[in-house]
């Protein structure tokens, strides 16, 4: 509860919250001069709000020589630690760790449960984002791409798409895994239910969908990154 609070004194500042959804949405490390330039504030003023930011865990910092000669710079970028915020205080993550780590111990038959689960929840999130009485037949390409965008966005996932010219492939990044903590200590179990939970928001919005994972955090990397073949 005292770190809910103390995050929330740091948001209260408008300037500083936008800083934090820049840096959410840039998916890289950004210096003290980039920030000061992108909302037009003095060097000074930026490294507070960052400094802030990293006080509550938020952001990490580290210095690093970027290559151009000069004094290293210090580099800012997201903290792997799990924002949450809720009032009441109510703690849905350890919710789901109890739940994820009990379905897992039961067996095969847990991990097949948590297949069909992570599914039916993609799709009822795509379901909670499509307009009141419309029909996904009715749809365009681009406004099933906006769908998955918000409903990814607001999922936590800080998601990044793209596609081929032809619209039959959507590429995407996740650079915000909501099970990261879980995953790392059964990273099969795990990874299989959020791929079942995308695949769910796929299967939603196309005719057919065939999500291929590419990478994955557990595997060292920045971010979890599938091709999807789809048919509209």
């Given at each position: 509860m005292e770190q809910t609070l103390k995050i929330t004194n740091v948001l209260s500042d408008p300037t500083r919250y936008y800083i934090y959804q820049y840096i959410t949405k840039r998916h890289d490390e950004v210096t003290v001069q980039e920030i000061?330039?992108?909302?037009?504030?003095?060097?000074?003023?930026?490294?507070?709000?960052?400094?802030?930011?990293?006080d509550v865990n938020m952001l990490t910092s580290e210095t690093k020589k970027t290559g151009k000669?000069?004094?290293?710079?210090?580099?800012?970028?997201?903290?792997?630690?799990?924002?949450?915020?809720?009032?009441?205080?109510?703690?849905?993550q350890l919710l789901a760790k109890i739940a994820i780590e009990s379905m897992l111990t039961i067996g095969e038959e847990g991990k097949k449960a948590l297949f069909q689960t992570g599914k039916k929840?993609?799709?009822?999130?795509?379901?909670?984002?499509?307009?009141?009485?419309?029909?996904?037949?009715?749809?365009?390409?681009?406004?099933?791409?906006?769908?998955?965008?918000?409903a990814a966005s607001i999922a936590g996932l800080y998601p990044e798409f793209d596609t081929n010219e032809e619209q039959t492939i959507i590429y995407f990044q996740i650079f915000n895994c909501p099970f990261k903590e879980i995953a790392f200590k059964d990273a099969e179990a795990v990874c299989d239910m959020h791929h079942a939970f995308l695949y769910g928001m796929f299967q939603s919005l196309f005719e057919s969908a065939e999500l291929v994972e590419k990478e994955t955090m557990t595997a060292g990397c920045i971010s979890c990154s599938y091709q999807a073949f789809v048919t509209k």
């Open positions: 000061a330039d992108s909302f037009t504030i003095h060097p000074n003023v930026a490294r507070l709000h960052l400094s802030k930011l990293e000669g000069g004094r290293p710079s210090r580099l800012y970028r997201l903290s792997d630690d799990v924002i949450q915020l809720h009032f009441p205080y109510r703690d849905y929840f993609g799709h009822e999130l795509v379901e909670q984002h499509l307009s009141s009485g419309s029909q996904v037949a009715g749809l365009t390409f681009e406004q099933k791409l906006g769908i998955l965008k918000e």
